[in-house]
């Protein structure tokens, strides 16, 4: 099979517009440098939500996922940085990404971390992690913990919509 054969099979064509899934993967791996630590939070998949008339327990949406992940994004960078995470406002780069929105699979979130001092060293970011997550609602006890490889950006946003990047997490980066 040639290429010709191939564009045809595929629908290729090379004159069209990227969709907003193509052009956002693009940007994304360009910056797959300044990220170079993967990691995926798994989430509890309700909350137990309390008022004057008692509790119940709520299905986890978009708006409480953006939540939790940035309760853990400042939980992490005070493990990070310490007090000058709130001080000097020092922080990690983020990229985040909800999966299982789209899909019904369990909601977790992808993330690509960047901004790692150097006087931390790769073996001990689990840890950090690990203790970031202690006191953040929401989260499971599941989390995993990688060096990014060159297919991370593609994978974390394989839920994205071809015209619309609604399960990103921009207010993060």
């Known amino acids: ?44 998949q309700s909350i137990c939500v309390r008022n004057v008339k008692g509790e119940y327990y709520k299905r986890l949406d978009k708006d409480d996922i953006k939540q939790i ?34 899909s019904n699979k369990n909601l977790h979130i992808h993330m690509a971390i960047g901004g790692l001092p150097d006087d931390v060293k790769w073996n001990e970011v689990d840890s950090l992690v690990r203790n970031a997550k202690l006191s953040v609602d929401g989260l499971d006890e599941q989390h995993k913990v990688d060096i ?13 919509g071809m015209k619309d990047t609604d399960n990103v997490l921009w207010d993060l980066m």
């Open 1 to 44: 099979m040639d290429i010709q054969q191939i564009r045809q099979k595929t629908a290729y064509n090379a004159s069209a517009k990227p969709t907003q899934k193509q052009a956002t993967r693009t940007w994304l791996n360009s910056l797959h440098k300044q990220y170079p630590l993967a990691l995926t939070l798994t989430l509890k």
């Open 69 to 102: 992940a940035r309760h853990f994004t400042h939980k992490l960078n005070k493990q990070v940085f310490g007090s000058s995470a709130k001080r000097y406002g020092r922080g990690l780069k983020y990229l985040a990404v909800i999966e299982g929105e789209r």
């Open 148 to 160: 990014v490889d060159s297919g991370w950006m593609e994978y974390i946003t394989k839920e994205l």
